[in-house]
């Protein structure tokens, strides 16, 4: 059973930076893209980032091209999502998700095991 933890959310001032984590375990993570996709309050789930297998692919949403790179390490089961000029629009909760093939893709239904998600709040 694939199972996915999130961490690293909080309270940040705009312009602050977090760096969220994403542990994976029950998979064999190298093989697979993995993503992350936020949800603010009132709004539906969207996409942020994603990455293939490799770590060679990487797509950004335009709301976070720039500000945010997301990463990983097979070696460690961990993805990453180093948020950097954070602004209150990127106050969400962020799941993290593991795709079902190698490609980063950009839409849920390429995704198929997701995390609780953590929260991330900006303030202005």
């Known amino acids: 059973q694939v199972q996915l933890v999130e961490s690293g959310g909080g309270l940040v001032q705009a312009g602050g930076s977090l760096r969220l984590s994403c542990a994976v375990s029950g998979r064999t993570f190298s093989s697979y893209a993995m993503g992350w996709f936020r949800q603010a309050p009132g709004k539906e789930r969207e996409f942020v980032a994603a990455i293939s297998w490799s770590g060679g692919t990487k797509n950004y949403a335009d709301s976070v091209k720039g500000r945010f790179t997301i990463s990983r390490d097979n070696a460690k089961n961990t993805m990453y999502l180093q948020m950097n000029s954070l602004e209150p629009e990127d106050t969400a909760v962020y799941y993290c998700?593991?795709?079902?093939?190698?490609?980063?893709?950009?839409?849920?239904?390429?995704?198929?095991?997701w995390g609780q998600g953590t929260r991330v709040t900006v303030s202005s």
């Open positions: 998700a593991v795709a079902g093939s190698s490609r980063a893709g950009r839409f849920e239904y390429q995704y198929d095991s």
